[in-house]
């Protein structure tokens, strides 16, 4: 005979009752659901990358508008492996190639340069003191012996060409693009492969680098990644079969998890919110996380179905009843773990934060889907292994009995409070060394002996041009760039950065590079004048003199045509978390000692790739503390509303706060920096972490009674049911989760598998020794509350 008390338990029955008719109902929406699928936006938008209002980004916008932009810089090596690139063979690919890729709408074709550009230029002397600038190697390719004699010294005799358009050994020749933002990287990335194919041979092989091409390698990467999550997908199945070692209990989470995705996936169509292919993983984590909390669920319905003799109606109205409000706990958990993540001031994170407390919240469902479709399977099953009366007889029980038994000993608490104390210090500690950005050179997605990297690790070694850029832009007063101040300006401050970071700083372009030759050619070559005039007349003339003979056009990369902007480009070796740093401070030393304003204008810092990736960084470190903090005490409030005590919200706030410190302690070890793609991935860690530990307090509310009070009967009771449930849920999502490590291609999800692993290890660890300890030690009040004054041993809630 049923008892029906609450207004909860009237809800259940309800719910019980309608099941058929409410799983129909489900199941149209989860219909509707994947239509909206199918309307889903997955493309890179750079700008949803970066903080909206930070200044450099504003900056960059703004530099954009005038100059084209420069956050997607692309950098192309032809490289020969015997002789140099000074022969009519390969100095005609280089030509082919550049005219090729300047005809591509996603460049930008003013900003594309090479030693075939008619932009690329060299000063000559003509007869009568009149002196011609043209371009370098326009429009044919030097045929003659003399005529590439001829290229070869007007490039070396460049400092602006030696070394950037051509590495200084002669084997390597860059071509160096911008393109346009939002592009469609995979289609532009099977143009550069298709390009690649095109003029590689056996002598001459092409190498390309930059973000747009970054893109290009993960869309690339696509195939790889869905087989991964295939092998994990197969491996969570066979994880279900092993433990349950029935259809039902296989079936009914996978069900759960698919109709879930498919709301997420729909809800995502539905708003038109664009979803990161970088945050593809997130999908799978978020299933993975759905299967963990059904298989709670399910654990309680086989053992609900076994007390009560088969009665498949009543196991499923139990397990509604029981696992309502741990269940609940657990997911509003979750949901204010992403949702936090709109603290941050960038439209992905806030695009996630939408998306995922969204998603995360449909796993309330589970309480209702995994017991319901559970129920309408008539299959006989053994239930022996789930039968409360023997649960602490089989060899797992006993395994995790023993830990537990240790662990709220007399010397075992001792024990683990030290190992505790003794960790919390360690992971403190380490936790200061954590990056914030890319701790090491190239892109972190990647191995290092992945394709893109190995490319990365050939052109900075070849030449001093990069696609890692630094931007000091100057705007002011119609005609105001011929102000001296300004050139002035961009020459100290190169090489003031050329001084003072000589083991990354490259190379510089701006305007002063060709004014400098024209002026040394005007007097005759005499080294002297290899500068530019600092009489603002003179400066007029020379900038004036080059306008008229090379072209406005051509000069449209260095300033606009009211002479308002300028612009000089500083080229550095990566952007390492440190690096940036040094390029940061390094820059705003130099204008400590000289103005950013001059009488007619202003200098305003920092655009370019590296002003980006400046701003994201130090967006990261505003907010991460935010949300690791508004994390921290939305899940303590919940914790202690839910439990309606302080203590439940401070016992299981805690010791979350331990093993998320030991996951940051592990990116620290193995130089993974946080990010906006790695902070999410934390945030999913936080939510599972507590959940363990929520249905483990939520068994011993349910145990005590029925212990009489006595508080080591009910830790025991509880770890051999609820216990063995949390280390299922934890084989059946680290194992899947672990092959990322060693099946991905790359490192990033391979390390985010690795990574997730050791924090829900570390939590499942926990909850067999830390928590139940606490239990012991403090015997809170919101346990043993609805005993009212029953005995009790000794001590109590603190």
């Known amino acids: 005979m049923l008892t029906i008390k609450s207004k909860l338990d009237?809800?259940?029955?309800?719910?019980?009752?309608?099941?058929?008719?409410?799983?129909?109902?489900?199941?149209?929406?989860?219909?509707?659901?994947?239509?909206?699928?199918?309307?889903?936006?997955?493309?890179?938008?750079?700008?949803?990358?970066?903080?909206?209002?930070?200044?450099?980004?504003?900056?960059?916008?703004?530099?954009?508008?005038?100059?084209?932009?420069?956050?997607?810089?692309?950098?192309?090596?032809?490289?020969?492996?015997?002789?140099?690139?000074?022969n009519e063979k390969t100095l005609t690919k280089i030509k082919q190639m550049t005219e090729e890729v300047e005809l591509w709408d996603e460049v930008y074709r003013l900003l594309t340069s090479s030693l075939a550009s008619q932009t690329t230029k060299t000063v000559k002397t003509r007869g009568k003191g009149e002196i011609e600038v043209s371009s370098l190697m326009y429009p044919e390719v030097p045929k003659t012996q003399e005529e590439i004699d001829r290229l070869k010294k007007n490039i070396y005799s460049n400092d602006a060409y030696a070394g950037t358009l051509v590495s200084e050994d002669g084997t390597s020749a860059s071509i160096l693009t911008v393109m346009q933002d939002d592009i469609p990287y995979l289609q532009l990335f099977k143009k550069l492969q298709a390009l690649k194919k095109k003029y590689e041979d056996e002598n001459t092989s092409i190498h390309i680098v930059g973000f747009p091409v970054l893109m290009g390698w993960i869309y690339n990467s696509e195939s790889h990644m869905y087989l991964v999550f295939g092998i994990s997908i197969l491996a969570i199945i066979l994880a279900l079969f092993l433990i349950f070692k029935n259809f039902q209990g296989m079936f009914s989470p996978v069900v759960n998890a698919v109709i879930l995705t498919v709301w997420g996936l729909g809800f995502i169509g539905f708003t038109g919110i664009n979803f990161n292919p970088l945050l593809y993983v997130l999908v799978f984590l978020v299933g993975a996380r759905m299967i963990g909390n059904s298989n709670q669920i399910a654990c309680r319905y086989f053992e609900e179905l076994d007390s009560s003799g088969g009665d498949r109606v009543r196991a499923c109205y139990e397990t509604m009843r029981t696992m309502w409000i741990p269940n609940f706990a657990a997911v509003v958990g979750d949901a204010a773990g992403f949702a936090v993540l709109f603290i941050a001031k960038i439209v992905l994170m806030q695009h996630l934060a939408i998306i995922m407390t969204f998603w995360m919240s449909t796993i309330l469902m589970t309480g209702f889907l995994v017991p319901v479709v559970c129920s309408f399977f008539t299959?006989?099953?053994?239930?022996?292994?789930?039968?409360?009366?023997?649960?602490?007889?089989?060899?797992?029980?006993?395994?995790?009995?023993?830990?537990?038994?240790?662990?709220?000993?007399?010397?075992?608490?001792?024990?683990?409070?030290?190992?505790?104390?003794?960790?919390?210090?360690?992971?403190?500690?380490?936790?200061?060394?954590?990056?914030?950005?890319?701790?090491?050179?190239?892109?972190?997605?990647?191995?290092?002996?992945?394709?893109?990297?190995?490319?990365?690790?050939?052109?900075?070694?070849?030449?001093?041009?990069?696609?890692?850029?630094?931007?000091?832009?100057?705007?002011?007063?119609?005609?105001?760039?011929?102000?001296?101040?300004?050139?002035?300006?961009?020459?100290?401050?190169?090489?003031?950065?050329?001084?003072?970071?000589p083991d990354i700083y490259k190379t510089s372009n701006s305007i002063i590079d060709l004014g400098k030759m024209v002026n040394l050619t005007l007097h005759d070559g005499d080294q002297v004048f290899y500068k530019l005039p600092w009489n603002e007349q003179q400066l007029s003339g020379l900038l004036g003199y080059m306008a008229n003979t090379a072209g406005t056009a051509q000069l449209r990369r260095y300033f606009d045509p009211p002479m308002e902007r300028s612009r000089v480009t500083l080229f550095f070796a990566d952007h390492t978390s440190d690096n940036l740093l040094r390029i940061r401070d390094t820059a705003y030393a130099y204008f400590k000692d000289h103005p950013m304003k001059t009488e007619k204008g202003h200098f305003e810092l920092a655009g370019g790739r590296i002003g980006m990736e400046i701003g994201v960084n130090e967006e990261m470190m505003r907010t991460h503390l935010y949300i690791d903090l508004a994390i921290y005490v939305g899940i303590f409030l919940l914790c202690a509303c839910c439990y309606r005590s302080?203590?439940?919200?401070?016992?299981?706030?805690i010791p979350l706060m331990l093993a998320n410190a030991m996951s940051f302690s592990y990116m620290s070890l193995k130089n993974i920096g946080l990010s906006i793609n790695t902070l999410p991935v934390a945030a999913i860690g936080a939510g599972v972490g507590v959940d363990f530990a929520i249905y483990l307090y939520s068994r011993c509310m349910e145990e005590y009674h029925l212990m009489r009070g006595d508080w080591k009967a009910t830790i025991v009771q509880s770890i051999c049911t609820c216990g063995k449930a949390i280390v299922y849920t934890g084989i059946t999502i680290i194992l899947p989760i672990l092959t990322w490590y060693f099946f991905s291609d790359m490192k990033f999800q391979a390390e985010v598998g690795f990574f997730l692993s050791l924090i829900m290890g570390v939590n499942v660890l926990l909850s067999l020794t830390l928590h139940p300890l606490l239990i012991w030690i403090i015997k809170p009040k919101f346990i043993s509350r609805k005993q009212g004054k029953a005995a009790q041993p000794e001590g109590g809630e603190s």
């Open 10 to 86: 009237r809800f259940c029955w309800f719910v019980v009752q309608k099941r058929l008719a409410i799983l129909i109902a489900i199941l149209v929406v989860t219909v509707i659901a994947g239509y909206g699928a199918t309307r889903m936006r997955t493309d890179v938008v750079v700008k949803d990358m970066f903080p909206y209002d930070h200044p450099y980004l504003k900056l960059n916008e703004r530099v954009a508008k005038v100059f084209g932009g420069s956050g997607s810089g692309v950098v192309m090596s032809v490289k020969v492996n015997k002789g140099d690139i000074f």
């Open 379 to 501: 299959l006989k099953v053994d239930t022996s292994q789930w039968k409360k009366e023997t649960c602490m007889m089989d060899k797992k029980a006993k395994i995790l009995m023993k830990i537990t038994d240790f662990s709220i000993s007399p010397r075992g608490r001792y024990v683990v409070g030290a190992a505790i104390v003794l960790l919390t210090i360690g992971c403190v500690w380490q936790m200061g060394k954590l990056k914030i950005g890319d701790p090491v050179p190239g892109s972190p997605i990647f191995y290092k002996d992945h394709r893109y990297n190995r490319d990365q690790a050939v052109i900075n070694k070849d030449f001093k041009a990069s696609s890692e850029s630094l931007e000091l832009f100057y705007e002011g007063e119609r005609e105001s760039v011929y102000d001296p101040a300004v050139m002035q300006t961009f020459e100290g401050f190169t090489y003031h950065m050329a001084e003072k970071l």
């Open 646 to 653: 302080v203590v439940a919200g401070l016992m299981l706030t």
